[in-house]
C-alpha cells in the first residue's frame, strides 16, 4: 500500500480533528502491514487539548444538571452499539485480536457508558453529625480535566472503561491511546460528539508515549491522571503526577496464579484456564499467566491444557481464530526471549516457537505454550510476559501455593479452583490480590466489578461505583444554624 492510500486518523481537539504535523503508521499485526496513519501529536497538541477541556469543563460540563450527563452518557452507549461491527472491525486490523473478541470489546465498551449512566444519578455525599448549631455535609465534585493515558491491548474497553466514569462525574478529559492501537480511541471521540457531547468534553491526542504521553503526565492544567500500561512507564506518570500534586490511578499488569486444588472440576477448569492466557494471546493484564498446581492433579491436567492449547486455530483476527498475532515485533521477540530462556528452565509442554506457514507471513505469531516444571527463582516466573505463554509449577500444602502465589510483586488477580467452599473462602481472603475468581476466570469481570492491583500491580480501583467515586473529590461544607432570635 502506498502512503497515499493510507487512511489518516487526526487528534480530536475541541470538537475539530485537527492538521497533524506528523504521521505514525498504524500496522496490521496479522501481516505488518501498515493499514493507516496517525497524527503524531506532542506538547503543543496536547497544551492546545487541556485547554480545550478546561474551557469545556468550566462553561459547560460542570454545569450540567446530573440528568444531562447522564443522558449523553446513554446516548453514546446507542451509538457505540449502532457502531459495534464497524468498531470491532477496526478494532482487530489494529490489535489482531480475533473479531468475536472485539465484538466484545464493543459491546463492554457500550455497557460501561450506560452503567456510568445509571450509577451517577444515585452519587452523592453525606450529612454529619458535627455541633448542635452546625449543619454538616459533605459534596462530590469533578476534578476537572482528567489525564487518560491507555495501552494496546484492550484500547476500545479501556478508552469507555476510564473516561465513561470521568464524563458521567462532570470531569472533562484528554486521552492518549497507545501508538500501536490508537484507531478506536478516534473514532470514539467522534462517537462523543455525535452523542451530543459538547465539543472539548472527550479530546484525543494519538502519538508516542515519550512525547504526546509524558506532555499529558506533566501537564501543569490537569488535575487527575489516569494510566494502565506497564510497571516502568507508571512509576515514570506517578513521577510525573508528583510534582503536580495530582491524584493517580495506576493499572500496571500483573502475573496471575491459577491455585488448582486435588478436588477441582476438570471439566470446567481446563476451557477456563485456556481461555485466561490464550484470549488476546495473552496480552492481557489479568491474564492468568501461572498455574499452580497439586502434584497429585498435575500431570493429567497438563496433558489435557497441552492438548487443548495444540488444538488452538492460530491465524488473522480477522479470520476470527481461536488466537491471533500479538501486537508488534518488538512484543513477539521480547516473548520469544522468555522463551528462550524459559525453555532451558522449565519443560516445553505445548508450542514455544513462531507458527510456520504461509498465513502467518510477516505477522507478528507466537504459538500457544506451556512450560512446566517452572521454578520461583526463574524469570518467567515472575515478570509478565505479556503472551500466550502459561507457567506450570507444582505444590504439595496449600501454604506452599500460597507462598507460590506471591513471589512475585504483582497482586492483580488470581483463580481458585476447588469445591471445598472453605478453602475457596480461606483463600480470597488470604491471597493479596485486586480479584479472585473461584471455579470461574474471566479477565477484569463485568463492568460492575471494581478493578485495583494490590502490591506493584497499582494504586486504586477502575470499574464498579468505586470508580466514579474516584473521578470526583469530597469537599465538606459547615453551616453556622443557630436558633433564630
Ligand atoms: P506497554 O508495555 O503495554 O506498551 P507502556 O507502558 O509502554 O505499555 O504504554 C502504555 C501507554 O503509555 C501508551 O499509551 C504509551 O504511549 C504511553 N507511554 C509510554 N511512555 C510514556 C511516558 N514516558 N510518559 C507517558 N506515557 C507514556
Known amino acids: 500500500m502506498s502512503e497515499a492510500d493510507l487512511t489518516e486518523y487526526t487528534a480530536v481537539i475541541a470538537g475539530k480533528k485537527v492538521p497533524a504535523a506528523g504521521w505514525i503508521d498504524v500496522l496490521d499485526p496479522s501481516n505488518g502491514r501498515p493499514f493507516a496513519r496517525v497524527a503524531r ?9 487541556v485547554d480545550a477541556a478546561r474551557y469545556t ?22 451509538a457505540i452499539r449502532s457502531a459495534r461491527s464497524e468498531l470491532a472491525t477496526l478494532e482487530t486490523l489494529d490489535t489482531g485480536k480475533p473479531l468475536r473478541q472485539s465484538l466484545v470489546d464493543a459491546d463492554v465498551a457500550a455497557r460501561y457508558f450506560d452503567f456510568y449512566a445509571g450509577v451517577v ?70 462517537i462523543v ?161 513462531v507458527p510456520e506457514g504461509e498465513v502467518y507471513a510477516g505477522g507478528f505469531y507466537v504459538e500457544p505454550t506451556i512450560l512446566d516444571h517452572v521454578k520461583p527463582w526463574h524469570r518467567v516466573f515472575n515478570e509478565e510476559i505479556f503472551g500466550p505463554v502459561l507457567c506450570v509449577s507444582v505444590f504439595d500444602e496449600l501454604d506452599e501455593a500460597v507462598e507460590l502465589a506471591e513471589h512475585t510483586t504483582y497482586g492483580l488477580a488470581a483463580g481458585v479452583w476447588t469445591s471445598d467452599v472453605t478453602t475457596a473462602h480461606w483463600l480470597a481472603q488470604r491471597l493479596r490480590v485486586g480479584q479472585v475468581f473461584v471455579n470461574n476466570y474471566s479477565a477484569a469481570g463485568g463492568v460492575e466489578l471494581p478493578f485495583g492491583g494490590y502490591r506493584r500491580s497499582g494504586i486504586g480501583v477502575e470499574k464498579g461505583v468505586e470508580a466514579l467515586r474516584e473521578y470526583t473529590r469530597c469537599k465538606t461544607v459547615t453551616i453556622h444554624t443557630p436558633a433564630p432570635a
Open 57 to 78: 469543563y468550566e462553561s459547560v460540563w460542570r454545569l450540567a444538571p446530573v440528568a444531562e450527563r447522564s443522558g449523553a452518557c446513554r446516548r453514546i452507549a446507542t
Open 193 to 353: 460528539l455525535e452523542a451530543g457531547l459538547p465539543p472539548g468534553a472527550l479530546n484525543v491526542v494519538p502519538g508516542y508515549g515519550e512525547e504526546a504521553g509524558a506532555a499529558l503526565a506533566a501537564h501543569p492544567g490537569v488535575d487527575r491522571l489516569a494510566f494502565t500500561g506497564s510497571r516502568e512507564i507508571g512509576e515514570a506518570v506517578m513521577s510525573a503526577a508528583a510534582r503536580n500534586i495530582v491524584p493517580v490511578t495506576l493499572e500496571l499488569g500483573g502475573k496471575s496464579p491459577h491455585i488448582v486444588l486435588p478436588d477441582f472440576d476438570a471439566a470446567r477448569a481446563v476451557p477456563l484456564i485456556v481461555d485466561s492466557i490464550t484470549e488476546h494471546a495473552g496480552q492481557n493484564c489479568s491474564a492468568g499467566s501461572r498455574l499452580l498446581v497439586h502434584r497429585s492433579v498435575h500431570e493429567e491436567l497438563v496433558a489435557e491444557l497441552a492438548a487443548a492449547f495444540r488444538a488452538l486455530r492460530v491465524g488473522p483476527g480477522i479470520a476470527d481464530p481461536d488466537m491471533g498475532p500479538l501486537i508488534s515485533a518488538k512484543q513477539r521477540d521480547r516473548v520469544l526471549g522468555y522463551l528462550a530462556e524459559g525453555a532451558g528452565d522449565g519443560v516445553l509442554r505445548a508450542g514455544g516457537a
Open 121 to 190: 444519578e444515585a452519587l452523592g455525599g453525606e450529612t454529619i453529625l458535627h455541633q448542635a448549631d452546625r449543619f454538616a455535609f459533605t459534596l462530590r465534585e469533578p476534578y476537572g480535566v482528567c489525564g487518560h493515558i491507555i495501552p494496546w491491548n484492550y484500547p476500545l474497553q479501556i478508552a469507555a472503561r476510564t473516561v465513561a466514569p470521568a464524563l458521567a462525574a462532570g470531569n472533562c478529559c484528554v486521552l492518549k491511546p497507545a501508538e500501536d492501537a490508537p484507531l478506536t480511541s478516534l473514532r470514539l471521540a467522534e
Open 41 to 49: 501529536c506532542g506538547e503543543a497538541e496536547v497544551a492546545d487539548a
